[in-house]
């Protein structure tokens, strides 16, 4: 992370030199450079590892709750319906104020997060809403389609750009705009952490101690779409980060449980965006990619190695310590 935010901050036109990022950023440097580092990359920065940090901790949430591997908000209609409710107004020419875009993100990944438990009878088995999420992620994906054919030239790059999830342009506005909602989401987020490793052992096991199964996987995927929808509406739907960042974190402690990985599993998701997002702004520059090409070019190859080297003896090990420590 600290090489990543390195690299952000003083690669790029102008380049400045690391001696001088210190007063670039505490002293309000009033140079080209400090107003490129205080203003532009700082911010980018920031939303990077916020971002990245809330994509992460939703990956191992929905996982942890549907007791599956490959649960993640691209498969669970979560951030395509984000993406849509932002996106529907940009191609109807409605006008809407830069605060409401947050509410029109959280009301699409209702919208699809909705969908998907009502149509797998609200949440019974975990493989339904898996299986009737990645149904309900295609028909919102058609929905997007048909709003991009309907878009005029320069709506249809702005939408593309946005549905690949970009970095690019963002400000501090951006960034504090997401503040009101990490204050409810932590919070919630902290609660619901040891709820999840008693899902993790079956809903008959989970009922026998006291947890009603399907009330905390609804729970779990309310806490998921606080997490995902306002990062969406600021950047787009960031692919592959609630994948990979949560199997790097089960990587680290493999016997350990969900407390212990979500803190790992969101610092994993920050340090993915972050490095992504460096090669997203030099790499072709001065035209900047989306960071989530990127995410996605790097998350799909170390998924599946991850995925790989991950043997049954390790499933094993960490099935029987999150059964020890439930019964604790």
Known sequence: MLVASGCALTLGTPWVAPHRLPGALLEGDASLAGIVVGELRLPRLVLALVAGACLGAAGLVLQEALRNPLAVPEMLGVSSGAALGVAAP???????????????????????????????????????????????????????????????????????????????????????????????????????????????????????????????????????????????????????????????????????????????????????VAVADVPARLALAPVETPAGAWTALLGVPAGVALLRSGGPKRVAKARVAVRKGALR
């Open 90 to 272: 940009l191609v109807l020419a409605v006008s809407l104020p830069a605060a409401v875009q947050p509410l029109l993100a959280i009301g699409g990944a209702v919208l699809g997060g909705g969908l998907t438990l009502l149509a797998a009878g609200l949440g019974r088995s975990p493989s339904a809403v898996l299986l009737t999420g990645a149904a309900v992620a295609a028909a919102l994906q058609a929905a997007l389609l048909v709003l991009m054919v309907m878009a005029d030239q320069l709506d249809l790059q702005l939408i593309y750009r946005y549905l690949l999830g970009s970095l690019s342009g963002r400000t501090w506005e951006d960034v504090t705009g997401l503040w009101p909602w990490l204050l409810v989401a932590v919070p919630a987020l902290v609660l619901c952490a040891p709820v999840l490793s008693v899902l993790r052992l079956g809903d008959e096991d989970a009922e026998a101690l006291g947890v009603r199964a399907q009330r905390a996987r609804f729970a779990a995927l309310a806490i998921a779409i606080v997490l995902i929808a306002p990062v969406t509406a600021v950047c787009g739907p960031v692919a592959w980060v609630g994948f990979l960042a949560p199997h790097l974190a089960r990587r680290l402690a493999p016997a350990a449980d969900a407390v212990r990985w979500l803190p790992w599993s969101a610092a994993w998701g920050a340090v993915v």
